[in-house]
């Protein structure tokens, strides 16, 4: 974020900082063998205030604007463990943002409350195994019957799998409909009929991914976030912030690595002097945080768009595409400037170079991107 921040800024960067030092960084590698974040800190991060930043004082959030979340994800990026991060985001930004925006006060008393309290845990269940940036190829199906929803289908790539008490599912409720066929549902995670098995990933090992599967399970229709047939156009509207969280969290987190790098340059001797006077590394270093510091400037604008209330897809579009190919760049020169170290799993560059590599692919992958930046161009 820029530097002319209120002091009211500061002193919540203070407060996640101090969190994030004490609570998260001296744990991450503990995080990265249990293959999840403890859940037992969401209730810390809930009495800091940390889990409804922009949402209604009413249901327990903070009511700020969207640079308090920059600032957030700005400091708990640069807690060395790419997965904890992704578990938090998507918790606050991701399973939430419906839910608060346009799901009935018996909702949001109910799910709401105790997830910005930090008492319950969400997740966004969207992905399927033949529908990924293509969310209008979903085929899990919730058929209406009485007062409940019957719901069938699995969704897959589902962080927080293992330890969400809720999701925020995507399902079609009128295959007939097109866009307007598509509901979202607050699914509890022990309704009978739901079962996850959990997925091994090469990255990103502080949070729990499965594939989740729905057999026969009912939920009432009153758990329908908004209308019925209108969770497409919802969930488009989440899928903003998402992108601008990974942005903002991405970058914050390649530039400390980038700071590791240019330290353990400095200290490491090579041929009798340190690496950081060789010409290569001093190019490298220089070109890669010229490359940052643009990421992070195209970032900022779309988040002082969004602290305005305008409309920033465009730019967020183009963010996420430019940032996951700089940071993707960062990670792989800073792993080169490491060596062999580079290549441990103990290396905060080697963890990146597989860590980076899913801002590309998640949200939207790059390709996606690129066909919907085109046509929002007219070209």
Request: a negative charge.
């Amino acid at each position: 974020m820029a530097n002319d921040l209120s002091p009211e800024h500061e002193i919540f960067r203070n407060t996640v900082r101090k969190f994030v030092e004490t609570e998260i960084a001296p744990r991450a590698r503990e995080f990265d063998k249990m293959g999840r974040f403890d859940k037992s800190l969401y209730r810390k991060m809930g009495e800091l205030g940390m889990l409804g930043l922009r949402y209604d004082p009413k249901w327990g959030g903070s009511g700020l604007d969207w640079s308090f979340t920059a600032v957030m994800f700005e400091e708990v990026a640069r807690c060395d463990n790419a997965g904890v991060t992704m578990g938090i985001s998507v918790h606050t930004d991701m399973a939430t943002p419906s839910l608060h925006e346009f799901g009935s006060d018996e909702l949001r008393q109910k799910y709401l409350v105790p997830s910005i309290a930090g008492e319950m845990l969400g997740a966004i269940a969207v992905t399927e195994p033949d529908a990924g940036s293509d969310v209008a190829g979903i085929k899990t199906r919730a058929v209406r019957d009485g007062d409940d929803w019957v719901i069938n289908g699995s969704k897959i790539y589902i962080t927080n799998a293992a330890t969400a008490d809720w999701l925020c599912l995507l399902a079609v409720t009128d295959p007939e409909a097109g866009y307007g066929g598509f509901s979202q549902i607050i699914v509890p995670t022990n309704t009978p009929g739901f079962t996850y098995q959990l997925l091994d990933k090469i990255g990103n090992w502080g949070s729990d991914t499965g594939q989740l599967f729905f057999e026969d399970m009912r939920v009432p229709i009153s758990n329908t976030i908004g209308e019925v047939g209108r969770g497409f156009q919802q969930q488009m509207m989440q899928f903003q912030d998402e992108r601008l969280i990974g942005c903002v969290s991405s970058v914050a987190g390649s530039t400390a690595l980038w700071e590791k790098t240019k330290q353990y340059c400095q200290e490491r001797v090579l041929f009798g002097k340190p690496l950081s006077k060789m010409q290569v590394t001093q190019f490298k270093l220089a070109e890669l945080l010229t490359e940052l510091t643009a990421a992070r400037a195209l970032t900022n604008l779309c988040v002082t768009k969004r602290v305005a209330g305008l409309d920033a897809t465009l730019e967020i579009t183009m963010a996420k595409i430019f940032v996951g190919r700089v940071v993707r760049k960062v990670a792989d020169e800073c792993i080169q400037l490491h060596g062999g170290f580079g290549y441990m799993k103990e290396s905060a560059a080697g963890r990146a170079y597989v860590d980076t590599r899913l801002i590309s692919i998640g949200g939207g992958s790059d390709e996606t991107m690129i066909h919907y930046l085109a046509k929002m161009l007219g070209i």
